[in-house]
């Protein structure tokens, strides 16, 4: 005789120490059989959405955590049913009764191949209720509605009778299909409490844009029921958006909260300096024109931010202070002898920075691979908590907004930072005349703990220098 048991499942860390994650939504339903290491929901910590795979096959008894909610980790946000002996035996031989380790988490416990912890097993309550469910083959105890911890009990608990017999098999419900709509859509319907179900999308095949919620949040021409929906969901997200109020409060959450405090730290415990130099990078730019015309670099996206960072790894082989990181706690300076490229990305979920692992190692044309993986994966807010973290030194291409130069401030744990201008056509002095001539500003933070005036300025000077004139690499390697 088979009974079934309740397990639930606790948030796991998903690493870096981070102490909550949010639910961005589930993958099933109450009443779904779902299989072992099938991906049950989205949850996005402080840096990454990653997806959480099931710990069990059985049945979806209960979801603890609705999407939206900021849960700490270890708190249960599942249940599951699962087959096991009648009475509860504590052996743990039955494949339906084992909890399986979880392989990982996102790419960084896929990487890690950390185990999970194994869930607790607790003491019996005083009374459990079991409901026995007729059956024409064998009578199965099933557990009420209520969801309790898993029991293992030394005793069979003797099931109670029932009047009449209900069905063995409960008809399965399952969720329909999610609306079609890209990452961007979906942050803006998050940040606006609306449910995409109930979006009619105007875009290609369906396609749900960011005018369709607007739409739907601002009732337009939609039915009266669709218009009270609509502002129910925006006053259910805690935003200020009926007509003539002033302010519109958002929860400080996810990448936002991450990204401010890590600034914070960076601006007061880092002692910012910042340089700035403008360089004629006509040749630069020329080259460029010239590679993305050859046959070696053909399918390749090629920009400016390839050849400069390139530029940027080839100038820290002379200047390796600037690849380096301070240690507080144990009063040492820690020099890398290899990089981790950092680039700095605006995504729909807010400034992340994500980082090319050895890129010290790397071609141009492998370098170009590298950075479109890692600005495409950013942008579709896939990137992994293990690509966030580990960087040594960073750019931020802040010329794609127009902008000619700034103040960047230092990811933490990070010697520098570089941030690029805007490629302007402006007058110059060129071969002691004034000509037309594409010139780009760059901006050099450094911590002053780790590196002198001389030493960031000469770094800052090497790499205008091969901007200016490309072919100085070949006095430089």
């Known amino acids: 005789m088979s009974a079934t048991m309740i397990k639930e499942f606790r948030l796991p860390d998903l690493g870096e120490g981070l102490t909550e994650s949010e639910i961005v939504a589930w993958k099933v339903a109450v009443g779904d059989?779902?299989?072992?290491?099938?991906?049950?929901?989205?949850?996005?910590?402080?840096?990454?959405?990653?997806?959480?795979?099931?710990?069990?096959?059985?049945?979806v008894a209960a979801l603890h955590e609705q999407p939206g909610s900021v849960v700490e980790v270890g708190k249960p946000i599942v249940s599951f049913e699962i087959e096991g002996d009648d009475g509860g035996s504590g052996s743990d031989t039955g494949a339906a009764k084992r909890e399986p380790n979880l392989v990982g988490y996102g790419a960084v416990l896929e990487a890690s191949g950390r185990p999970a912890r194994r869930a607790r097993t607790f003491a019996a309550p005083a009374a459990v209720p079991v409901v026995e469910v007729a059956s024409a083959e064998t009578v199965t105890p099933v557990r009420a509605a209520e969801p309790v911890a898993p029991v293992r009990a030394a005793e069979p608990v003797a099931p109670v009778r029932v009047a009449e017999p209900v069905e063995s098999k409960p008809v399965e419900t399952r969720p329909a299909e999610r609306p079609r709509s890209t990452p961007p859509v979906r942050k803006?319907?998050?940040?606006?409490?609306?449910?995409?179900?109930?979006?009619?999308?105007?875009?290609?095949?369906?396609?749900?844009?960011?005018?369709?919620?607007?739409t739907f949040v601002g009732g337009g021409d939609l039915p009266a029921a669709a218009q009270e929906l609509a502002g129910a969901q925006v006053q259910a997200a805690g935003l200020a958006q009926a007509p003539g109020e002033r302010e519109t409060r958002t929860p400080i959450k996810g990448v936002r909260k991450f990204t401010a405090a890590a600034m914070v730290a960076s601006a007061f415990t880092a002692p910012h300096v910042t340089e700035f130099l403008t360089v004629d990078v006509t040749p630069t730019m020329e080259l460029l024109a010239r590679l993305k015309a050859s046959r070696a670099f053909a399918g390749y996206k090629l920009t400016p931010l390839t050849l400069v960072s390139k530029a940027v790894l080839i100038a820290l082989r002379n200047h390796p202070t600037l690849n380096a990181r301070w240690d507080e706690a144990n009063q040492e300076i820690v020099q890398f002898n290899y990089v981790n490229l950092?680039?700095?990305?605006?995504?729909?979920?807010?400034?992340?920075?994500?980082?090319?692992?050895?890129?010290?190692?790397?071609?141009?044309?492998?370098?170009?691979?590298?950075?479109?993986?890692l600005t495409d994966t950013a942008r579709a807010g896939k990137t992994?908590?293990?690509?966030?973290?580990?960087?040594?030194?960073?750019?931020?291409?802040?010329?794609?907004?127009?902008?000619?130069?700034?103040?960047?401030?230092?990811?933490?744990?990070?010697?520098?930072?570089?941030?690029?201008?805007?490629?302007?056509?402006?007058?110059?002095?060129?071969?002691?005349?004034?000509?037309?001539?594409?010139?780009?500003?760059?901006?050099?933070?450094?911590?002053?703990?780790?590196?002198?005036?001389?030493?960031?300025?000469?770094?800052?000077?090497?790499?205008?220098?091969?901007?200016?004139?490309?072919?100085?690499?070949?006095?430089?390697?």
Do not use: C
Request: glycine share 10%.
């Open 33 to 59: 059989t779902v299989t072992l290491n099938q991906i049950i929901a989205e949850v996005e910590t402080a840096k990454a959405v990653v997806e959480l795979p099931s710990p069990f096959a059985g049945v």
């Open 188 to 214: 803006l319907a998050k940040d606006l409490g609306v449910d995409l179900e109930a979006v009619t999308g105007t875009g290609e095949h369906g396609l749900i844009t960011r005018e369709d919620v607007r």
């Open 384 to 477: 992994s908590p293990e690509a966030l973290s580990g960087g040594t030194i960073s750019i931020t291409n802040i010329g794609v907004f127009g902008i000619d130069a700034g103040t960047p401030i230092l990811n933490p744990g990070e010697a520098a930072i570089l941030a690029l201008g805007a490629v302007r056509k402006m007058p110059w002095e060129y071969q002691d005349e004034v000509a037309l001539r594409q010139v780009m500003t760059l901006s050099l933070s450094f911590d002053h703990r780790l590196v002198d005036g001389e030493q960031g300025s000469r770094f800052l000077q090497d790499l205008g220098t091969m901007l200016a004139d490309p072919g100085m690499v070949l006095a430089m390697v």
């Open 342 to 373: 950092g680039i700095a990305a605006a995504t729909p979920r807010g400034l992340t920075v994500p980082n090319i692992k050895d890129a010290d190692r790397m071609s141009l044309l492998e370098l170009s691979t590298a950075l479109t993986e």
